[in-house]
């Protein structure tokens, strides 16, 4: 299939480079500028429906921090426009003087005025809390914000590999497993803390890297979710869970470490996780990526499993045309190419701005809603942003 | 549209009585009989793939419970078959010996020996529980289980309308709500419990009447699966959510109640809920019951919203045939008609037995097994078992 592909000439280079831009700056950033903010509390408002109307105030942790850490990126990396700052600071503030909790615990939901209205026993909100703080410490130069992001960030470690100490309870017939999404934000996190400085935190990245490789099995060419905690597979509906946008996007995690530590193994091990799950998880019937499978080929538990979400579709973009960059082979611009026309012919809404982030199998609409509890400025903007540098980088070297 | 249906003759009774009788007897019982028993621990294995195949030896407490009831209750109403009243014993003494917790909290899901693997923060494996105990007290004649289902069911009272009582957090942003979900079972529970007689919990009894009808809104004609404590609408996506299936369970329940209870006007209401859910839950694109709708006309958030699930259709089977048996109208006849039409062209497995429990919306099987984590015998054979004695006695007065 890859031999018929031709790579792209500067001239296609630009025009995407152009239209990633556009998606980004004149769709996806406004929407969420123009309509998130809640200008009585601080912080945005999270339940925006399809033109941006606000259909529910509850607010979001994951998104909260999410929006704070994006708006800053975007300060600082593209434009220094005040309303970006602004409202970074905005989210910042509301999640440190309204929403925190005791021992460094940050609500998953709260009121619009920052009540909790539920705390997972989980660790994911204040990993995004971090995320917030460290760029918005760079944005907005204050550095009282990274080391409090350093603080948090040891808080997280400290939970991370046993989620007890965040309230989870433990049940005697309990299969012992091991998620790939821990060490996967852990090296994202650090990554943004460090701002992808090696030298710090070396023994946690090479860690995390570990344990993430706990999860690829090469034999089979796949990713699981789930594995033991000596990395032997469960045969389980969990054990065996494949979620392929989720490996695709532990592929860039892993593959930006590689570069920064010069290590090529690692380097390759990446492309082979982003293609193998694309392979396997592109659907050959209607397109686009499912969102679970089982590795046994059965049913996967999850009722939502063949649908199609936003979130996998923005991670294989970057993925995609990451490793594009790096191996100029046709099968990672193969894959860039199909993934950008099935997302861009099926998610934007050129209407009101913004993504639709649920589509059945065959790539309708289920959900007219752009922001919910599990979507906000982060995936759609974040992929439009390391595509669009990354295409200007790809451009100038043409 | 109803003016054109004709009501049924007798020869139309004789033949939709044997056709479910066929079905219960003939695949959906033997599917569970042949393929769920664990002779080595006692109980029941939940997960079967389509062919009845053990994919996941977990065990599930509310499906546990469910099922004990239902062979107890085929044992004592269609055929004094040893096997059945074994095999609910056998899933009585494993929840009872095995399973139990202190306090009279049972796990959500365990190990295939019994070991916790979960407990839920909820009261409805502990409800299944007591329909167990209660329907097989009376297959095996044995009245001490009575006794320990009511003991459980007082425990289930105590905790039903204060969950933090079975461990859930409150926090202060949380909008207070009632669950429809907490006064139809407790209808279920004691109408199973006292076998019919109104006479004991009638207090009880009402105070369930009183808090299902506060979810009934007449000028809407909706049923909200939450609202505020005083039966108050609440403007958000909880307080929209329209679950045209369980409003048509609840339907049924009530209905129950009022024949024994002899009210008229309750009777009449509850017809109104079981015709007005299933009018606004049809779906007039691709047929069949839609899982959620917004009452607002939004997107509701659940993913699974719009696919089509097996057990709101078995619901509403009975619930239409219960209906007409008592209006004799031809609304109900019509709403049923199409309700076993498109049931039975879409949900039963000819090859293998039982029924698939999850299509998309265009009716398409997105998911083969037959007994999931929320899959059980239940729904269906309890839907054909209670359509089945009520077509024989509208054929004999046919």
Redesign the interface.
């Known amino acids: 299939m890859a031999g018929a592909v031709t790579l792209p000439a500067r001239a296609d280079l630009s025009a995407l480079r152009r239209r990633y831009e556009t998606e980004l700056l004149e769709s996806v950033v406004p929407f969420w500028t123009r309509h998130s903010p809640d200008r009585v509390n601080g912080g945005y408002f999270n339940?925006l429906?399809r033109d941006g109307s606000v259909?529910?105030t509850?607010k979001f942790g994951w998104l909260q921090g999410r929006q704070v850490w994006m708006l800053a990126k975007l300060y600082r990396t593209v434009d220094q426009r005040p309303e970006w700052l602004e409202l970074a600071l905005s989210g910042a503030r509301f999640l440190r003087e309204r929403c925190l909790l005791p021992g460094g615990r940050m609500?998953f939901?709260?009121?619009a005025d920052?009540?909790?209205?539920?705390?997972q026993r989980k660790i994911f909100t204040e990993c995004f809390y971090v995320l917030a703080l460290a760029e918005l410490s760079r944005a907005a130069g204050d550095p009282s914000l990274l080391r409090e992001a350093e603080e948090e960030l040891e808080r997280v470690w400290s939970w991370a590999f046993d989620w007890t100490k965040v309230g989870r309870?433990s049940?005697?017939?309990?299969?012992p497993k091991r998620s790939l999404a821990v060490p996967m934000i852990l090296l994202n996190l650090i990554e943004e803390v460090t701002d992808g400085d090696p030298r710090r935190y070396s023994a946690e990245v090479e860690e995390c890297i570990r344990l993430v490789r706990l999860h690829v099995k090469k034999d089979t060419r796949r990713v699981h979710e789930y594995v033991a905690p000596d990395g032997s597979l469960i045969d389980?509906?969990d054990g065996r869970l494949l979620n392929p946008g989720h490996a695709i996007e532990a592929g860039w995690f892993l593959q930006h470490w590689a570069r920064r530590l010069g290590r090529e193994d690692l380097s390759r091990e990446a492309v082979d996780i982003v293609r193998w799950s694309f392979a396997e998880g592109w659907d050959q019937v209607h397109g686009g990526l499912s969102y679970f499978l089982d590795a046994?080929g059965?049913?996967p538990?999850p009722?939502?499993?063949?649908?199609k979400l936003w979130w996998p579709h923005a991670e294989a973009l970057y993925a995609h045309l990451l490793d594009y960059s790096i191996t100029r082979e046709a099968a990672d611009w193969e894959a860039f190419q199909r993934t950008d026309a099935w997302t861009f012919s099926h998610f934007p809404d050129p209407k009101y701005g913004e993504w639709y982030g649920?589509l059945?199998?065959r790539g309708e609409v289920?959900?007219?809603?752009k922001g919910?509890?599990y979507k906000g400025c982060f995936h759609v903007p974040r992929a439009l942003w390391l595509c669009w540098r990354l295409l200007q980088r790809l451009e100038a070297e043409a």
């Open positions: 339940c429906d259909y529910d509850t609500p939901s709260m009121t920052g009540r909790a209205v539920y705390v309870p049940y005697p017939g309990e299969t389980s509906p046994g059965l049913s538990l009722l939502e499993s063949s649908m649920y059945d199998r289920t959900h007219r809603f919910g509890p």
